[in-house]
């Protein structure tokens, strides 16, 4: 089984550090993702949902800074998950689109405190 862009001979050459390393930074990666998700819920729950423009951009700007680092994180194990990254950024993106729609074109959301 490939894992990433590795082949099962190159996993096998890595230093125990190289792997207690990488799964560290998996285990950083899944807290921060967790945290920012459950930060961004009162925001899109109270701001967005109101049509607040700042809470948009602030949305855009927090989702476009971890999709980067997804894609530059990735880059360093030869792009092994883009896969992943590509359907995650397009996800992202068709959400950002839905939310910022109303927001921008002037619909009334009955759904706002």
Known sequence: ?????FSEAEIADLSAKTIAS?????????????????LTWPLIHRKLAAGQKWAFWLLVGV???IEAM???????IGNGRWQVNVVQ???YLTGICLSGFPIFKGVKNEFSH
Do not use: D, R
């Open 1 to 5: 089984m490939q894992v990433a862009s």
């Open 22 to 38: 990488l799964n560290c930074f998996t285990i950083l990666y899944n807290s921060c993702s967790l945290m920012i998700s459950v």
């Open 63 to 65: 989702i476009g800074f």
């Open 70 to 76: 997804a894609f530059l994180a990735s880059s360093y």
């Open 89 to 91: 950024s397009v996800l």
